[in-house]
């Protein structure tokens, strides 16, 4: 069975760096055909695609957040990362990670497979 799970601190000041972990276990992050992905959902808002990390390592983001985001891996630890630079309160978001199985080609959302439980992250105004 697929699992996900986001840790990292719940928040996080204005103009510091968010980073977040996904621990995947039941699939590894090098698997043919899957890639791996943070998704946000913040306040009041519908899920938003925020990047992906496929099985060689490549990573594609989101254009508006693509100055902002980053997403790496640890293979040894079958885990990968978010980090996020510069937060406002405008980024307090339930923050998400999740896999498919049929990269390559984007399937957000219906195409993600497995989805972490979500980690709130909040940054105070």
């Known amino acids: 069975q697929v699992q996900l799970q986001e840790s990292g601190p719940g928040l996080v000041k204005p103009s510091q760096t968010l980073s977040l972990t996904c621990t995947v276990s039941g699939v590894s992050t090098t698997t043919a055909s899957y890639a791996f992905s943070w998704i946000r959902q913040r306040p009041g808002k519908g899920l938003e695609w925020m990047g992906i990390?496929?099985?060689?390592?490549?990573?594609f983001y989101t254009p508006s957040l693509k100055t902002r985001t980053s997403i790496s891996r640890d293979t040894s630890k079958n885990q990968f990362f978010l980090t996020l630079t510069s937060v406002t309160p405008e980024d307090t978001a339930v923050y998400y990670c999740?896999?498919?199985?049929?990269?390559?080609?984007?399937?957000?959302?219906?195409?993600?497979?497995?989805w972490g439980k979500g980690s709130l992250v909040t940054v105070p105004s």
């Open positions: 990390i496929a099985r060689d390592g490549s990573t």
């Open positions: 999740a896999t498919q199985s049929s990269w390559p080609g984007l399937s957000f959302p219906r195409g993600m497979d497995f």
